[in-house]
């Protein structure tokens, strides 16, 4: 792993995922979930493999268990984002879920984040998101 993937992660860590905890969310890096009447709220962070970059997936679940299709059952506290055909990818800022541009959070473009800690500052980003997130989570 990279030292900058690190670093981002640690970040992450830091300041986004005491913020999903205080919205009873569980698991832990890079999955997490919450149950809640009956539905449950996935988070997964999956990581950019050519490195610089990360993107955040949701998705949600309403039944009291999950099946895959080669019957293999997957209890909640375990399931993933990745598990379920649909989700929603959540991007860096609104103007990428109206013109479609890229929905990588990069940490990889200095002239964004050129100064300060860039890792902080788009972890600030990602919560900065978590009510566009809370509106996926309650659509549904």
Known sequence: MSEE???MIESLKEIVIPELRNLNFKGSFPHFRRTENGKTNLL?????RNGGGFIIE???WNQTEFKTHWGKIIPLNKLTAHDLDKRQRIYP???NEQNGTDSWFRYDQNKILSFGNKFDKLS???VDRIPTMENYWNEI
């Open 93 to 95: 800022n609104s103007l």
């Open 44 to 48: 997964t962070f999956q990581f950019d």
């Open 58 to 60: 949701l998705a949600n």
């Open 5 to 7: 993937r690190t670093k």
């Open 124 to 126: 600030k980003k990602v």
